[in-house]
């Protein structure tokens, strides 16, 4: 079944303690991206990636790390949680041929992460 | 920064009738533009996208462009209970690498 898998999917962390919240494809898409949704504001991309070892920051990368050695996996890494990162992420995937031939975003089950 | 603007409802219609959600966006390089429908606490599903200007239909549901005054629309025609979302409107930005979301319409359809 081709799909977008995150791990964990619920997480209560403590302020400062690092984690790693992972995300995988099973469907050879190139690009990948985390967003994360906040009540009143929306989904918001964090960082993306264009294809393995090729990555840039979203609107709101601040306090996140990502990594893409493997063209499935995408970890996005928060090195000192605060607070005010408690959110839902998303992480989604797609072929990428352009913005003239869009392709669909296919979006992991999210993570809910709490940061005490 | 770019915007993509929605009402955030909620929008109430009742079982059978058409709904309309309806979005605008202020990049003018954007092309390529999605409706996304959410339920509650789960991730976004594609419903259709559109990059042509004019009408686009998928069963129900039929998305609306209009280049010209940045204006993007979603018909769900014969709207059932289960249509009760969110819906989220997104333009793909003109690199191609983010898609900008509206913060959603709430959708309620009662039967």
């Known amino acids: 079944e081709a799909q977008v898998t995150q791990n964990p999917r619920y997480l209560i962390t403590v302020t400062g303690k690092k984690l790693t919240v992972t995300c995988s494809q099973n469907?050879?898409?190139?690009?990948m991206s985390w967003y994360r949704q906040d009540p009143g504001l929306g989904l918001r991309q964090i960082y993306y990636s264009m294809n393995v070892e090729v990555t840039d920051k979203g609107d709101v990368p601040e306090g996140y790390k990502v990594s893409r050695k493997e063209k499935r996996n995408f970890p996005l890494i928060l090195e000192s949680p605060s607070p005010n990162q408690t959110s839902l992420y998303f992480c989604?995937?797609?072929?990428?041929?352009?913005?003239?031939?869009?392709?669909?975003?296919?979006f992991g089950p999210g993570t809910r992460l709490t940061v005490l | 920064q770019k915007e993509v603007e929605q009402n955030s409802g909620p929008l109430s219609v009742p079982e059978g009738a058409i709904a309309s959600l309806n979005c605008t966006y202020s990049?003018?390089?954007?092309?390529?533009f999605f409706w996304y429908r959410q339920y509650s606490g789960k991730s976004p599903e594609l419903i259709m996208f559109i990059y042509s200007n004019g009408d686009k239909e998928d069963g129900r549901f039929t998305a609306q462009l209009n280049k010209a005054s940045q204006y993007v629309s979603l018909l769900i025609r014969d709207s059932q209970p289960s249509d009760s979302a969110t819906y989220l409107c997104?333009?793909?930005?003109?690199?191609?690498?983010?898609?900008?979301f509206g913060k959603g319409t709430t959708l309620s359809v009662s039967s």
């Open positions: 990049d003018r390089g954007s092309q390529s």
């Open positions: 469907m050879n898409h190139e690009y």
């Open positions: 989604a995937s797609s072929l990428f041929v352009g913005f003239r031939e869009p392709h669909e975003q296919f």
């Open positions: 997104a333009a793909l930005n003109q690199a191609g690498t983010a898609l900008i």
